[in-house]
C-alpha cells in the first residue's frame, strides 16, 4: 500500500484527490494539509511514502518545505503538483530536490501512474513539463557547460561514484570533484543532491549529450 500525504490549501481540491486516489486499491491518503507549516507538523507524526504537495500556500510554501524535507534527508519522495507550468518552479523544485513535478489538469490515471513511477526510485513530469525543461535546460548548458562537464553531468545521472566517473573519463578524481563544484557554480546548483536532481531531469528530456 502506498502512503500518501497530501498538501494543498484548497479543500475542494484535496477532496477531489483524495476520492480520485482512493480508487486505487493500492493508494492511501493517510494525512491532509492545507499549508506547510501543517505539513511539517504531520511529517514528524505520520507514516508515509510520498508527499503531493502544492507549491503556494499561505504560512508556508511548499517550496521550502521541499527544501527542508530533503535537507533533513527525510525518507520519502516528493512530487510536486502544481497549477504553475513557468520555468521558475519548475526548475526550482528540481534543484531542491523534487522527485517529479506535474500539473494540476492531468487527468487521474496519469496522476497515479506518477505516483507509482516516483515510488519505484524514477523520476516523473508531465509532458509540458518535459517540454520546459527540454527548452530550459538545453539553453543554460548551451555555451555554459563545457562538453567534458556534459560528460560527467551523463554519468552522474547513471548513479556512477566520483572514482567510477574518473575511471571512465581517465582523470583523477580530485578532477572529478572540480568538474562537480564548476556545475554546481555555473548553473546554481547549490548540493549534490541538487545535481544529482539535475544530471537525472537532463537525462529524462533526452538532451543529446555526449557519448
Known amino acids: 500500500m502506498i502512503k500518501v500525504l497530501l498538501v494543498d490549501d484548497h479543500p475542494l481540491f484535496r477532496e477531489g484527490l483524495t476520492y480520485r486516489l482512493s480508487l486505487d486499491a ?3 491518503v493517510v494525512g491532509e494539509a492545507e499549508n506547510g ?3 511539517l507538523e504531520l511529517i514528524k507524526s505520520l507514516e508515509f511514502d510520498i508527499v503531493l504537495m ?5 504560512e508556508m510554501d ?3 518545505v521541499l527544501e527542508l524535507i530533503k535537507e533533513q534527508d527525510i525518507d520519502c519522495k516528493v512530487l510536486m503538483l502544481s497549477m504553475h507550468d513557468n520555468k521558475e518552479y519548475i526548475l526550482g523544485a528540481m534543484r531542491h530536490g523534487a522527485d517529479g513535478y506535474i500539473l494540476k489538469d492531468v487527468p487521474g490515471k496519469e496522476l497515479i501512474e506518477a505516483i ?3 515510488i519505484s526510485g524514477k523520476h516523473y513530469f508531465s509532458s509540458e513539463v ?6 530550459e535546460l538545453a539553453g543554460e548548458q548551451r555555451g555554459i557547460v563545457t562538453r567534458r562537464e556534459q560528460l560527467v553531468l551523463r554519468l552522474i545521472s547513471q548513479g556512477l561514484n566520483n572514482k567510477r566517473i574518473a575511471q571512465e573519463i581517465n582523470v583523477s578524481v580530485r578532477t572529478v570533484e572540480t568538474h ?3 556545475i554546481k557554480q555555473k548553473l546554481g546548483i547549490d548540493s549534490t543532491v541538487g545535481l544529482m536532481r539535475y544530471a537525472i531531469a537532463v537525462s529524462y528530456t533526452h538532451l543529446t549529450l555526449p557519448t
Do not use: H, W
Open 26 to 28: 493500492g493508494i492511501e
Open 180 to 182: 562537480k563544484r564548476n
Open 62 to 64: 511548499g517550496m521550502y
Open 37 to 39: 507549516k501543517q505539513a
Open 54 to 58: 502544492d507549491i503556494n500556500m499561505p
Open 130 to 135: 518535459t517540454e520546459i525543461l527540454s527548452k
Open 116 to 118: 507509482k513511477k516516483v
